[in-house]
């Protein structure tokens, strides 16, 4: 007993240390993009919780291998940040949804956003087949964006989506492009071949994140006049049981990954029971 503790409390040390590591580049990198980043948004509690996230999610990984799914995490919420925060018209949103896409597809960034854009895409262009992943992560990113469209529009017009509706939207939370991003940039040779089926999984452990971090941020959002699954007048315990039916999907798409892929099978579930950890969520595991 006491030798599987102390290898559990390694583990743990272990992870924190690469969490920190990985916190030192994602600070650095942030500081590149003037204006992106504003201090009082992105202070340090904010650094360490993403790159804790990403750490215990692939423990395995050197931090130079997470630098990607970092950066990502970090480029979504920017630009998630620009889109409640600085758009003030659908004419602007749609521009800089136009001005991102451009850039996946190799034009050259006009902004401190588009310029972030473009050196996470030429970090994948050094993997040796990002040529024929392109088109996959420029979907992604077009859904992600489209998401972040969809939910400033609601709030625009003061539309009021329904549950179901509100899940559909999920894509505006950025998981799954995160996802995408990491897996070209370190996926095993199966996983790699399938990104496409992957995202379909992951897109659905990302429906559950996004209930999840809604829960997680009620008062702030209430406070800032965001949106929130909560603030729609739906029951609370609808959206429990949502969760509930959310998480078991994510687990039976899951399991299968595990016996071709174990190590993105596992960083799927860890998302999943890591973010609920954090969040406090404790019948992730009874719901699974």
Known sequence: ?????????????????????????????????????????FGADFFSSLTLATAFSA????????????????????VERLVDRAAATREQVERLTRECLSVAEGAVP???????????????ATTGDFG?????WRDQLDRTLAGMATAWMWRDTNTVPTLARYVDNADSRGSCFVDL???????????????????AVSRQVQRYLHLLG??????RDLSWGDL????????????AAAMADLARAAERRIGPVCAHSPRTASYLRRRLGFQAGVTGISDYQRVT
């Not at 272990?14 to 990198?29: K, N, P, Q, S």
């Not at 423990?59 to 920017?78: G, S």
């Not at 024929?132 to 996959?136: A, F, K, P």
């Not at 929130?228 to 959206?239: E, F, I, P, Q, S």
Request: glycine content about 6%; hydrophobic content about 45%; charged content about 30%.
């Open 110 to 124: 006009r902004s401190p956003a588009t310029r972030f854009l473009a050196d996470l895409r030429d970090e994948l």
């Open 181 to 199: 991003s990491h897996w070209i940039y370190t996926a095993d040779d199966w996983a790699r071949a399938h990104l496409e089926e992957l995202c």
């Open 228 to 239: 929130n699954v909560l603030a729609l007048g739906v029951d609370g315990a609808d959206v």
């Open 1 to 41: 007993m006491r030798d599987r503790e102390l290898d559990e409390a390694f583990e743990l040390g272990r992870t924190c240390a690469l969490a920190a590591e990985c916190g030192r580049d994602l600070r650095r990198c942030a500081q590149m993009y003037a204006g992106l980043f504003p201090g009082a948004a």
């Open 59 to 78: 423990p395995w990984h050197r931090a130079d291998r997470l630098k990607v799914a970092n950066r990502a995490a970090l480029w979504v919420t920017a």
């Open 132 to 136: 024929d992943l392109r088109g996959v």
């Open 214 to 219: 809604d829960v997680a941020s009620y008062r």
